[in-house]
């Protein structure tokens, strides 16, 4: 069974700066499409950043292009999420999510087949 365990949130004031880790067990690791989504209070769940198998090919919500970086690490089974420039509207429990087939559509969070529990990150002004 796969198991996603994110970590790195925490209270950052605006501006500042964290890195998200999230660490899969599993063999096919470095096959899957990851995802890192976010989920406000009283809001749906959205996309933030993905990444190919190889790390070829990443996508970005257009809220974070340029402050965010997604990364990965296949011989650690784990991805990263770099966040600079925070603002208190990315405030957040962040989760990590893999996809275990095509990875055609990394924007949708229904393509993904396993979700972490989430780690809290909150941007005070």
């Known amino acids: 069974q796969v198991q996603l365990v994110e970590s790195g949130g925490g209270l950052v004031q605006s501006g500042g700066s964290l890195r998200l880790s999230c660490v899969a067990s599993?063999?096919?690791?470095?096959?899957?499409?990851m995802g890192w989504f976010r989920q406000a209070p009283g809001k749906e769940r959205e996309f933030v950043a993905g990444?190919?198998?190889?790390?070829?090919?990443?996508y970005y919500a257009d809220s974070v292009k340029g402050r965010f970086t997604i990364s990965r690490d296949n011989a650690k089974n784990t991805v990263y999420l770099q966040m600079n420039s925070l603002k208190p509207e990315d405030t957040a429990v962040y989760y990590c999510?893999?996809?275990?087939?095509?990875?055609?559509?990394?924007?949708?969070?229904?393509?993904?087949?396993?979700w972490g529990q989430g780690t809290q990150v909150t941007v005070s002004s």
């Open positions: 999510a893999a996809d275990f087939n095509d990875y055609t559509d990394p924007w949708n969070r229904r393509q993904y087949d396993s």
């Open positions: 990444i190919s198998w190889s790390g070829g090919n990443k």
């Open positions: 599993g063999r096919t690791f470095s096959s899957w499409g």
